[in-house]
């Protein structure tokens, strides 16, 4: 076991517990046949929700991908090594992370569940690990030597290609994390000093002041819209490490704990700008697991998931969050004592209490309205909404578009719309969905998702990113969502339809 793992192994309970007025749930998650004193750790997951870490079970301490229909999958490990740990998923279903064994520590990637090791920088041959895979298959990570000299590298289609320092920099790099356009964040260590560091286009810039405070820092994660999260020294006498989040060129610091003894980590950030990891809570210097919301302040998973607190006897302890997907499901570990004098370490992912929001009402803006009504759209009952367009056989034609409309009953911290859809007509279609953006009175492309239509009813969803409240008008949290279908070749006959079985927002309240 790496000493990254190397923490205590604890013992066996399992609970999901739903709590009246709270915004989350929890569920230990377990490996395959696991023991009493089983270990787990959750360190990643993807917006449809699979989780990627590594659990215990009758094969050994391994890579696990827990599923939502409660599936668990066990990644392959490379040949003679002993265990492997899962670190990153993309939308995919890829896996980035780190086998152990005869070999060492080897940094390993799984594309379409085949285990591929990654290897290391030329000249940093002790270890290496990979943190993070993003959705178009790149992996990052480091590779350090013997003599503590690390590198922070790229990994693509087979090629490894080592990272550049910050100027002066003192042979002390890693990277932690990659958003979708290729963004890396870490840290690069220049003038005896830990500057966390993004690289941008393969060149590194530095993203703390150049004098003042904060003065060291790393990045953890970086999203969509090059937000980093991670932690830094703000000068506070006796403090550690404390939460930051890096928004448009600017550091701030995030909230803690009252009472806090100044140590935390902000680990990931969504695309939506909420940050999830760890702070001292001030009581005997145990750290739970966090929660900040866009503006910084701090919001503790325990409570708002009703977890028990250690109390001598039973209970959790040393959470901490990891890992946040964009509809703000999070995942993470803490101890687990089950009963007096025996505890486990315990991978845990803590789920939002959503509200599902039907559309109350809607406009035909091209096509017309030929069955249903805006009771069709509340239910998947297959009483759907039918909307045509009548046309010239055999010539190209505009789409069918829809806006549905609805009002929320607050203002959400995440948010998505769900569209239960399919053709009337035989033929080949697709149906793209588009938030509307209230601050410019437009349907953001950003929200833009297209997917293909049969005959037979499937599932669509866009998930609002960035700023949420610019999808919700602020007076009357008015929401809007654009639905349009399109043929992708001439069709034959003088019309052809869509059926709208139902349509909705789910929303998740700000705690």
């Known amino acids: 076991m790496t000493p990254r ?64 229909d409660g599936s668990i999958v066990t990644l392959p490990n490379l040949a003679g090594q002993v265990e492997c740990y899962g670190y990153g998923i993309n939308s995919k279903g890829d896996v980035c992370g780190e086998t152990w064994g005869p070999l060492g520590g080897r940094a390993a ?79 690069s260590r220049t003038a005896g000093k830990a500057r966390a560091t993004v690289w941008t286009a393969g060149q590194p810039f530095d993203i703390l002041p150049p004098s003042g405070l904060p003065s ?33 060129g600017q550091i701030q610091q995030l909230q803690s704990f009252p009472g806090s003894d100044q140590f935390g980590v902000a680990k990931d950030i969504s695309d939506c700008g909420v940050c999830v990891g760890y702070d001292d809570n001030g009581a005997g210097n145990v750290m739970e697991a966090s929660l900040w919301e866009r503006d910084g302040q701090i919001q503790n998973l325990m409570d708002l998931a009703g977890m028990p607190r250690f109390n001598g006897i039973l209970g959790w302890s040393d959470t901490e969050a990891v890992g946040v997907n964009n509809k703000g499901q999070i995942v993470g570990s803490g101890t687990l004592t089950y009963a007096p004098g025996h505890a486990r370490l315990a991978a845990v992912v803590w789920t939002p209490v959503s509200t599902l929001v039907p559309a109350s009402s809607f406009t035909v803006v091209f096509g017309q309205k030929t069955s249903g009504n805006a009771a069709s759209l509340a239910a998947a009952d297959g009483d759907a909404l039918r909307v045509c367009k009548f046309i010239v056989p055999n010539q190209s034609i505009d789409p069918v578009q829809v806006r549905m409309e609805g009002n929320l009953p607050w203002q959400p911290m995440n948010l998505w719309f769900r569209l239960r859809a399919k053709a009337a007509t035989v033929g080949s279609y697709t149906v793209s969905l588009n938030l509307y953006d209230w601050t410019t009175s437009l349907y953001d492309p950003a929200s833009n998702v297209t997917t293909s239509l049969t005959t037979s009813y499937t599932e669509s969803e866009t998930i609002a990113k960035g700023d949420i409240s610019r999808y919700v008008r602020a007076n009357d949290k008015r929401v809007w969502a654009l639905v349009r279908v399109r043929p992708t070749g001439p069709v034959s006959s003088s019309a052809w339809c869509a059926d709208f079985d139902q349509a909705l927002w789910e929303a998740v309240p700000l705690p």
């Not at 703000?234 to 930051?244: K, S």
Request: charged share 15%; proline share 3%; aromatic share 14%.
């Open 5 to 68: 793992q190397a923490l205590v192994l604890f013992i066996c309970f399992t609970g999901c517990r739903s709590f009246a007025n709270l915004a989350y749930t929890w569920k230990e998650l377990r490996g395959p046949f696991a023991s009493a004193n089983s270990a787990g750790l959750a360190v990643s997951l993807n917006d449809d929700g699979w989780i990627v870490g590594s659990a215990d079970g009758t094969d050994g301490f391994l890579a696990r991908i827990w599923r939502p």
């Open 109 to 187: 990637v799984w594309l379409g569940g085949t285990v591929t090791d990654i290897g290391y920088v030329p000249g940093y041959a002790g270890e290496s690990v990979a943190e993070e895979i993003n959705n178009h298959g790149v992996v990052v990570g480091d590779s350090w030597s013997s003599g503590g000299r690390y590198a922070a590298w790229a990994w693509s289609a087979g090629t490894l290609q080592q990272l550049p320092q910050l100027p002066n920099g003192n042979d002390d790099c890693s990277a932690r994390g990659i958003n979708s356009a290729g963004d890396i964040t870490g840290h």
């Open 216 to 248: 060291e820092g790393f990045g953890e994660a970086v999203n969509d819209f090059q937000e980093v999260c991670g932690g830094a020294w703000f000068g506070v006498q006796g403090a550690t490490w404390m939460p930051f989040v890096w928004r448009s």
